[in-house]
């Protein structure tokens, strides 16, 4: 039986810039994000996924209300979360916000829980840095128990104490798709499998077969904990153009200007033009390109790991709008029939 592939978008509704290079407002880039939602929808896109960020790059900071809007507009596309951090937010009120997209969406809605790579929603919701390992632990175990939609008893050190308690409202399925984003550390792979949730790797640098080792880790894991097989999704940035040129001359000053920019925040050097089109090239973690050069990318990685989705993080800093629409339409209506092609021919 040939495996298909499920392919996904991603975005962090990063902040773009109007025609005359100004920045749009961040009500703007939610309303664009919305339409490229509802074109990936069109398309026959898998999945569409927001991320949650509290910083002036990206408007969105509650991808769920932005993903309920969507929801009423499209008809096919699951909708989720890239990521949710669930260590600043509160497990009960996460489960009810998804719960209630999955009753909008008619059953579409994932989240993706994660600690957060960012860490601006830490003092503003008034949580410690100092505890980002014990707050992820103890909350995820508690969404673990919420999903089985029951009663909750549960008693931690980082929020009030269950008993008994019933959590409202409930999903039609009794089943809220809920995944465990991950980096790439052993130990969250490991956390994943024991919860015996799907894992989602955001592989944003380097060659994406050295995380093979890292997939084998969670499939051994699952089978120790007495888990059948579960999905793995792949998270990685790209960009289509109709030429692997135009691709990365408008991909490459976008990325370059958010990663400097985020940066010199953190310590990291400045992106260099070697770097980017090392990352771009067959052995990186870019996907950028041509229709047929994203697309034997996306199949070469997908083999090689043996995952379920995969997903683009088609947004690149102040990129416009009209280029990310043009390489979702790409996307859509090139690379997914595409690669689907590649993996049926290999098997």
Same mark, same amino acid.
């Given at each position: 039986m040939v495996r298909i592939l499920e392919m996904g978008l991603d975005t +962090? /509704?990063?902040? %773009?810039?109007?025609?005359? /290079?100004?920045l749009k407002t961040a009500g703007q880039v939610i309303r664009d994000v919305i339409d490229e939602a509802v074109l990936a929808d069109q398309l026959g896109v898998d999945f569409f /996924?927001?991320?949650? *960020? *509290?910083r002036a790059d990206f408007a969105v900071s509650a991808p769920e209300v932005v993903l309920a809007a969507i929801a009423a507009k499209t008809s096919r596309l699951r909708l989720g979360s890239a990521v949710t951090v669930l260590s600043s937010d509160d497990p009960v009120r996460v489960f009810q916000r998804f719960s209630e997209l999955d009753a909008i969406s008619g059953g579409r809605a994932e989240v993706i829980l994660g600690r957060g790579s960012f860490t601006e929603s830490f003092p503003l919701f008034g949580y410690d &840095?100092? @505890?980002?390992?014990? &707050? +992820?632990?103890?909350?995820?175990?508690? +969404?673990?128990? &919420?999903l089985d939609e029951k009663?909750? %008893?549960? @008693?931690?050190?980082t929020r009030a104490g269950l008993t008994n308690q019933a959590v409202y409202p409930k999903t039609d399925s009794r089943h809220l798709a809920t995944w465990v984003g991950v980096g790439g550390s052993p130990e969250s792979i490991v956390r994943a499998a024991r919860y015996r949730l799907p894992l989602a790797l955001a592989i944003i640098g380097g060659s994406p077969r050295r995380f093979g080792s890292l997939i084998e880790l969670y499939h051994r894991s699952l089978e120790s904990f007495g888990s059948g097989p579960l999905p793995v999704c792949v998270h990685s940035p790209g960009y289509v153009a109709a030429t692997?040129? &135009?691709a990365r001359e408008e991909f490459y !000053?976008?990325?370059k200007a958010q990663r400097d920019r985020i940066g010199a925040e953190r310590g990291w050097g !400045?992106?260099?033009?070697e770097g980017f089109e090392a990352e771009a090239g067959e052995r990186g973690s870019f996907y950028v390109g041509s229709p047929e050069t994203v697309a034997r990318k996306i199949a070469a990685t997908a083999s090689v790991l043996g995952i379920d989705r995969f997903d683009l993080k088609y947004s690149a800093g102040r990129l416009s709008h009209e280029k990310l629409m043009r390489s979702i339409e790409l996307y859509g209506r090139e690379v997914v029939p595409r690669v689907r092609e590649i993996m049926a021919e290999s098997n």
């Amino acid at each position: 039986m040939v495996r298909i592939l499920e392919m996904g978008l991603d975005t +962090f /509704g990063d902040v %773009t810039e109007d025609a005359t /290079g100004a920045l749009k407002t961040a009500g703007q880039v939610i309303r664009d994000v919305i339409d490229e939602a509802v074109l990936a929808d069109q398309l026959g896109v898998d999945f569409f /996924g927001l991320g949650e *960020h *509290h910083r002036a790059d990206f408007a969105v900071s509650a991808p769920e209300v932005v993903l309920a809007a969507i929801a009423a507009k499209t008809s096919r596309l699951r909708l989720g979360s890239a990521v949710t951090v669930l260590s600043s937010d509160d497990p009960v009120r996460v489960f009810q916000r998804f719960s209630e997209l999955d009753a909008i969406s008619g059953g579409r809605a994932e989240v993706i829980l994660g600690r957060g790579s960012f860490t601006e929603s830490f003092p503003l919701f008034g949580y410690d &840095l100092a @505890q980002y390992n014990e &707050l +992820f632990e103890e909350k995820i175990g508690l +969404f673990a128990a &919420l999903l089985d939609e029951k009663d909750v %008893t549960w @008693q931690g050190t980082t929020r009030a104490g269950l008993t008994n308690q019933a959590v409202y409202p409930k999903t039609d399925s009794r089943h809220l798709a809920t995944w465990v984003g991950v980096g790439g550390s052993p130990e969250s792979i490991v956390r994943a499998a024991r919860y015996r949730l799907p894992l989602a790797l955001a592989i944003i640098g380097g060659s994406p077969r050295r995380f093979g080792s890292l997939i084998e880790l969670y499939h051994r894991s699952l089978e120790s904990f007495g888990s059948g097989p579960l999905p793995v999704c792949v998270h990685s940035p790209g960009y289509v153009a109709a030429t692997d040129e &135009l691709a990365r001359e408008e991909f490459y !000053p976008a990325m370059k200007a958010q990663r400097d920019r985020i940066g010199a925040e953190r310590g990291w050097g !400045p992106m260099t033009r070697e770097g980017f089109e090392a990352e771009a090239g067959e052995r990186g973690s870019f996907y950028v390109g041509s229709p047929e050069t994203v697309a034997r990318k996306i199949a070469a990685t997908a083999s090689v790991l043996g995952i379920d989705r995969f997903d683009l993080k088609y947004s690149a800093g102040r990129l416009s709008h009209e280029k990310l629409m043009r390489s979702i339409e790409l996307y859509g209506r090139e690379v997914v029939p595409r690669v689907r092609e590649i993996m049926a021919e290999s098997n």
